[in-house]
């Protein structure tokens, strides 16, 4: 048995990978913002990243760290600043001060790419303090994350129900599955491996187009009418959405920035060690999981 420390676990990834750890007869110590219900296995830590006493109590008797918690979506740098690289900083320090030797790191497949996005940018700068903290670490840049819980392509999903989706320029993009992931992240928290950087997709490279197609299958549509938007029209776009819903806008200047970016597929000599895992979901078989789920909570 392991005693993790979790950031993030009441999100869509953290989430999950809990779920894992306890039904590998794990311990948890989760960080949340709010209170949770209680739950055998798991004890709740009140705080956030910039609570020093949050992050000493969430580590205390740990043996490793999930560091899942970060921010994707923020009105300018100071906030992708405070979100992901000083509050990896306060992690690191908060594990090394606990003696947790192993740390594991989520990190962007945008980090590789940090003159696109603040976002990227910041996982990259969160990326130099993992490697640089002497501790025994993983760092892990999925691709496009999905699956049950998923609210990030959910509108993705309800325009292909409609028949139509409108896509970045055209690229190539790769997918994996959040099961899949969090079965990664659990491997690397509870083995002990030599510190890398690992480039993690379900080996399905797809463009853009494709993926549309696929999600349109899910829905149970037989076409979809794909249309690439020029850069230029993204943008305009995203102030749209600005305007509209405010903080919650899902399209932001930062983000066209790395999605008209033309690859975010996980290099081949990145990519984890197929002794180490592999993945098991098919984009078919994920993105119809995904559809059922939307349908089930009215979200389609």
């Known amino acids: 048995m392991t005693v993790l420390a979790i950031t993030g676990a009441t999100g869509f990834v953290g989430a999950v990978l809990l779920d894992q750890a306890l039904a590998a007869g794990h311990r948890v110590r989760a960080l949340a913002r709010r209170p949770q219900p209680p739950r055998a296995g798991v004890t709740w830590i009140d705080g956030a990243l910039d609570r020093p006493d949050a992050l000493a109590a969430v580590c205390a008797g740990a043996d490793a760290v999930v560091h899942v918690a970060g921010v994707v979506n923020a009105p300018d740098r100071a906030g992708f600043v405070a979100g992901n690289v000083d509050g990896t900083r306060a992690m690191l320090a908060a594990a090394r001060a606990a003696g947790v030797r192993r740390f594991v790191h989520v990190s962007s497949l945008s980090a590789r790419e940090p003159r696109l996005s603040n976002y990227g940018w910041s996982k990259a700068a969160a990326e130099a303090l993992v490697e640089a903290s002497g501790l025994d670490w993983s760092i892990v840049r ?147 999981a995904t559809a059922r789920w939307y349908r089930a909570n009215g979200l389609l």
């Open 142 to 288: 999925p691709s496009g994350v999905y699956g049950p819980g998923d609210m990030d392509m959910r509108e993705l999903f309800r325009a292909a129900k409609f028949g139509i989706a409108l896509l970045p320029p055209r690229g190539a993009v790769s997918l994996v599955a959040v099961a899949d992931l969090a079965r990664l992240l659990l491997t690397l928290a509870t083995q002990a491996v030599p510190p890398a950087v690992y480039e993690v997709d379900d080996g399905h490279v797809l463009t853009h187009a494709a993926l549309a197609q696929a999600i349109g299958r899910a829905v149970g549509r037989r076409r979809v009418l794909a249309l690439h938007l020029p850069r230029a029209v993204m943008m305009l776009g995203a102030r749209i959405d600005r305007m509209a819903r405010g903080a919650g806008a899902r399209l932001t200047p930062d983000r066209v920035g790395y999605l008209a970016h033309p690859d975010w597929t996980a290099r081949p000599a990145l990519r984890p060690p197929a002794a180490l895992w592999t993945p098991r979901t098919a984009p078919a078989e994920g993105l119809a």
